[in-house]
Every structure is written in structure tokens, then in C-alpha cells.
């Protein structure tokens, strides 16, 4: 593999790539932004497209970098940056001297079904925190939940905040955009039932059946879900609390409520 220098803080890749940081350029483009070693690794594993990568030999390890050359196919432009340009590029200021423009991978709601188990899903009302978003990958991976669902336009998956929160989750289970109105009537169709997340409580937690299909839905810390997701008292639950303080950050509703599950189901 071929690998080209550029040195020039106007090279036009570098320009065109920078744009992607802002959300209205990230949503429009069919490309994202990817760094670290892990995170860059972690979609390589999951097959993700990628267009091209840059590296800084001033700051990756040599035999760290021939690693990722090696899963690379041998099409995927790579280039080596100049520690100044790279630090123009990079978002983040601890960088490891990795950055790859990965090519966008678009879910739909039927692809959080799968055949061996039923669907135990995860849906994100109005989040507005690329961090809280990450975290919530992130657990969802590590119970292998069948996906996440996002509602609103706050934040959107390829943040490179969300990507750097959830460790590279971001790649390795499907996230879904779609509507409160789109979610409703395809969970309804296929026997999935809606558990949400309110106050005041209604039931507990562990008093929700969550053996079957289930997606378990979350709103905002400020506002928490809509009245949408609220007209089911039956499929309302609270997290029980016994101290002053009346709310979790919401990626830990989410673990708390997924580990549930997993204890529910024995798995």
C-alpha cells in the first residue's frame, strides 16, 4: 500500500475533512470522521466502508500502525500528516495518531430483529448529549442488546463525541433515526411491547416483564419522555430510588434497566 505525505495546513483534504465537525456537514455528508486506534480498529472489525485514513508517525507506534496497514484493503488511500497538520485535524487534543473518514452505514428498524432471541431494545427520546448517547452504546454492547433507537434531531450517531464515548459501539450494533410515530406502529406490528421510563412511578422496574420483545424507551433528564410514550400506564416503569435525590443520568437508567433485563432473561 502506496501511503502519501502531506504537509500543507491548506491541503484540501484537510480543509474538506474539518467541515465534517460541524453537525449540519456531518449530517448532509455520506462520510464520517473516526479517531484512535481503538475506535478506528473496532469499525474496521465491524466492516465498515472506509475511504481513506491518516496517520502521524510523529505519534503512533510504528508496529501499531503497520497493524491497522495490515486490516486495510489495499484500495483505502492512506496518508502520513505532519504532526502540525495533524493537529488541525484532529478533534480531540489526546490524540493517538490515527484518523479514518469511514463511510456512513444506514439501519432500519427491522434490522434490530434477530432470529436467535427476542429483540431487547433501547430508544432515545430528544438525547441531546453526544456523551450521554456513547455511554448508552456502549452499555448496550456490553449487554448485546439488539440496538438503539434516536428520536429528535439533537444528536446524531457519528458525533465524534458519541464515537469516542461509546469506545467504538458505535459500529459494532445497529442505530436507528426514526420517528416516535415509526417506532410505535412497527414494535405494535410485530409484537414488541413499548416499556417507558417516567415519573412520577407507576411500577417498578422489576416489575416489568422484560423476558419478551421489549424496546425500553428514555427521554431527557431535563424533560423525560413526551406524553407520547406515557399513555400506556400499564407499560410505565420507575427506577426505584431511596435517597434525596429523584433522577439518574440517563445512560445509567439505561444500564440499570438493561442489566434487569439480562437478569430477567437468565442470560
Not at 434490522?111 to 430508544?123: N, Y
Not at 450521554?132 to 456490553?142: E, H, I, K, Q, S
Not at 446524531?156 to 464515537?163: A, G, K, L, R
Not at 421489549?214 to 431527557?220: D, R
Request: hydrophobic share 40%.
Amino acid at each position: 500500500m502506496e501511503i502519501h505525505r502531506i504537509t500543507s495546513l491548506q491541503n484540501p483534504k484537510i480543509l474538506a475533512m474539518r467541515k465534517l465537525y460541524k453537525s449540519r456537514n456531518r449530517k448532509a455528508s455520506k462520510e464520517f470522521l473516526v479517531e484512535g486506534v481503538r475506535e478506528v480498529t473496532r469499525g474496521l472489525d465491524a466492516g465498515f466502508g472506509i475511504e481513506s485514513i491518516y496517520f502521524c508517525p510523529d505519534i503512533i507506534e510504528e508496529n501499531t500502525q503497520a497493524q491497522i496497514v495490515h486490516a486495510l484493503a489495499h484500495e483505502v488511500r492512506a496518508y502520513d500528516l505532519t504532526k502540525q497538520v495533524y493537529e488541525k485535524l484532529a478533534y480531540r487534543d489526546n490524540t493517538e495518531g490515527v484518523i479514518a473518514l469511514f463511510r456512513k452505514r444506514i439501519y432500519v428498524l427491522d434490522d434490530l430483529i434477530q432470529e436467535e432471541k427476542a429483540p431487547l431494545i433501547v430508544l432515545l427520546e430528544g438525547v441531546e448529549k453526544p456523551g450521554n448517547l456513547g455511554a448508552v452504546l456502549r452499555t448496550a454492547d456490553a449487554v448485546r442488546a439488539s440496538g438503539v433507537i434516536v428520536t429528535g434531531d439533537k444528536v446524531d450517531v457519528w458525533h465524534p463525541n458519541v464515537i469516542r464515548a461509546s469506545q467504538g459501539g458505535v459500529f459494532t450494533l445497529p442505530v436507528v433515526h426514526s420517528s416516535n410515530e415509526e417506532v410505535a406502529e412497527w414494535a405494535n406490528a410485530r409484537g414488541i411491547s413499548v416499556y417507558a421510563a417516567a415519573l412520577p412511578a407507576y411500577s417498578s422496574l422489576y416489575e416489568a416483564p422484560l423476558t419478551d420483545g421489549c424496546v425500553l424507551a428514555f427521554g431527557t433528564e431535563a424533560e423525560g419522555l413526551s406524553d407520547y410514550w406515557l399513555e400506556n400506564p400499564e407499560h410505565c416503569f420507575t427506577i426505584p430510588m431511596k435517597g434525596a435525590v429523584d433522577s439518574l443520568n440517563v445512560s445509567v437508567s439505561v444500564a440499570v434497566s438493561l442489566y434487569e433485563a439480562v437478569r430477567q432473561r437468565g442470560e
